[in-house]
Structure formats: structure tokens, C-alpha cells
């Protein structure tokens, strides 16, 4: 699994959970947050490359369904590849391969 695409993505993850930028459409309340004491720790992403990243997942999910599935249960839902696989009703040990090609998906798609 590439590490830099899955740093962008938990990255990206923290950038959704924090509601920056275009996942919410309001505008960055990361003091205002911390002033709430959230517990998710500022992303170390842009708000550009996040809606990058943001998109790439988009392409995935409406690309291959199945994929996009496992990749936002892992990323943004912090599921375990048993939950995952409970979910799609397959074996937990077919959730690594596929989540390694969702990974791969959004590389690509990042890539251009």
C-alpha cells in the first residue's frame, strides 16, 4: 500500500472529521474548534489539496462502489477489516486487498 497516498488520506479524513473547506461549505473553524477542545488533531493538509484528495475519493466511489465503500469505512469511519468485511458480508482478509486498491485508485486519480 503506498504510505503517501494513505497519509493524504488520513490527512484528508481529519480535514472532513474538523469540517473544513467544501466538505461542509463553511469556511475553516479550526480555532473556534479548538477552543471546543476537539479531540481530532488539525489536519497537515491544505484546504486545495484536501478537495484534491476529496475528489479523487469522489472519482473512486463512483468508479467502483464496492472500493469506495472500504476506503471511506477505513479512512473516515476508522472500521477494523473484520467490521468492514461484517458490512459487505465477505471474509475480513479480502478487505486489505481491496482497500490497497482503492489506495492505489486515488493515487492514480491524484496522479492525473
Not at 490527512?11 to 476537539?38: D, V
Request: charged fraction near 20%.
Amino acid at each position: 500500500m503506498d504510505n503517501d497516498i494513505l497519509y493524504l488520506l488520513e490527512q484528508w479524513a481529519r480535514w472532513r472529521w474538523i469540517g473544513h473547506g467544501a466538505a461542509r461549505g463553511f469556511p475553516s473553524m479550526t480555532t473556534f474548534r479548538q477552543q471546543l477542545g476537539s479531540t481530532v488533531p488539525s489536519p497537515a493538509i491544505s484546504d486545495h489539496l484536501a478537495c484534491a484528495v476529496d475528489h479523487a475519493v469522489a472519482q473512486v466511489c463512483q468508479e467502483n462502489e464496492k472500493l469506495g465503500r472500504v476506503l471511506c469505512w477505513y479512512v473516515l469511519d476508522r472500521k477494523s477489516y473484520r467490521a468492514i468485511g461484517r458490512e459487505l458480508g465477505i471474509s475480513h482478509s479480502s478487505i486489505g486487498p481491496m482497500l490497497q486498491a482503492a489506495v492505489a485508485a486515488v493515487g492514480e486519480v491524484l496522479e492525473g
